[in-house]
């Protein structure tokens, strides 16, 4: 169970949540679909978990040197053969619940739209592989935000609503945006935390470019956008019940990395911003149907 690292689904849902938030406040909201999109969300996040874990381990970066808690490889409780068995019948499992999706929201008759989404679908499952396996995996070379901020992000909030409502609306960029950069401030605490071993390891991350103290300016850039887009949301479709919420939870959070002293101290504030986001996701799309 350790390597499907289920504590990571919070932030992996969230997304989905805002799309449903902003689907109901539409009056287009549909438990049905709510559900697929869930778990293919899941799904994905499982997958990508299994293959960060098989990733990291066969380039020897998942070693003795690392900060964070030992991964299920690098314990030995699991075999690499296992793990990819493993990761087969997740991806089958997440093309099943996709398609369903796709299926159930547009039906057979938006072939075209279907086709693109059915792409989509297959998009995000090999970003989900591609983040540490084979030789160009995009998270050795620095992309690890740009992917998790389009597909946490703008794909899962733009792409979900489209779901609900059979149209692109634009202004749930912003929302989508804010859920990207909060993601990607996950991802960014992990790596400064990881600095030392990936370095040695040749994972290349934004991180490794960058002192302690730029990467917490760089982190607090990440939330502090985050909250202007969710502020900028709410002012454009006056829904600005509540606002300051959301920016407490931020600027918790801008005050918590800032008092970081050593790279260590970045690991306990991963599964803080994590469910942050969650509670964020859950607030605004509370805060946007009053």
Same mark, same amino acid.
């Given at each position: 169970?350790?390597a499907?690292?289920l ?8 997304g ?62 699991i075999?690499?053969r ?10 089958a ?10 299926i ?13 989404? %059915?792409? +989509?679908?297959?998009g995000?499952?090999?970003a989900?592989i /591609?983040?540490?396996v &084979?030789?160009?995996? *995009?998270?050795? !070379? ?32 912003l ?19 990881d600095?030392e071993?990936?370095k ?15 990467g ?19 002012k454009?479709t ?10 407490? %939870?931020? +600027? ?8 970081? /002293?050593?790279?260590? &101290?970045?690991?306990? *504030?991963?599964? !803080?911003l994590s ?7 859950i ?8």
């Amino acid at each position: 169970m350790d390597a499907l690292r289920l504590r990571t689904l919070p932030l992996s849902i969230s997304g989905s949540i805002v799309a449903a938030g902003i689907a109901q406040s539409q009056r287009a909201f549909s438990w049905g679909i709510f559900i697929l999109i869930l778990l293919t969300a899941s799904f994905l996040q499982i997958l990508s978990n299994m293959a960060n874990d098989y990733g990291d381990f066969s380039k020897g970066t998942d070693n003795e040197n690392r900060v964070g808690p030992a991964r299920a490889l690098q314990r030995g409780e699991i075999t690499a053969r296992e793990l990819l068995i493993a990761m087969c019948v997740v991806c089958a499992m997440c093309m099943v619940a996709g398609l369903t999706l796709v299926i159930v929201s547009l039906g057979v008759k938006a072939l075209l739209v279907a086709g693109i989404f %059915i792409l +989509l679908g297959a998009g995000c499952i090999l970003a989900a592989i /591609k983040y540490t396996v &084979g030789k160009k995996a *995009y998270g050795y !070379v620095g992309l690890g935000e740009v992917f998790v901020f389009l597909f946490f992000g703008l794909v899962s909030i733009t792409g979900g609503l489209f779901l609900y409502t059979g149209h692109f609306y634009a202004l749930s960029l912003l929302p989508g945006a804010a859920i990207g950069l909060l993601s990607s401030g996950v991802l960014n605490l992990n790596n400064m935390r990881d600095v030392e071993n990936d370095k040695i390891s040749g994972k290349n991350t934004l991180a490794s470019h960058m002192s302690i103290r730029s990467g917490k300016i760089y982190q607090s850039v990440l939330i502090l956008l985050a909250m202007l887009c969710f502020g900028l949301y709410q002012k454009l479709t006056d829904s600005t019940q509540m606002w300051y919420l959301i920016s407490v %939870i931020c +600027l918790l959070n801008v005050y918590s990395t800032m008092e970081v /002293k050593e790279r260590s &101290g970045f690991d306990k *504030y991963l599964k !803080v911003l994590s469910l942050s986001t969650f509670a964020i996701a859950i607030l605004f799309s509370v805060i946007i149907n009053l």
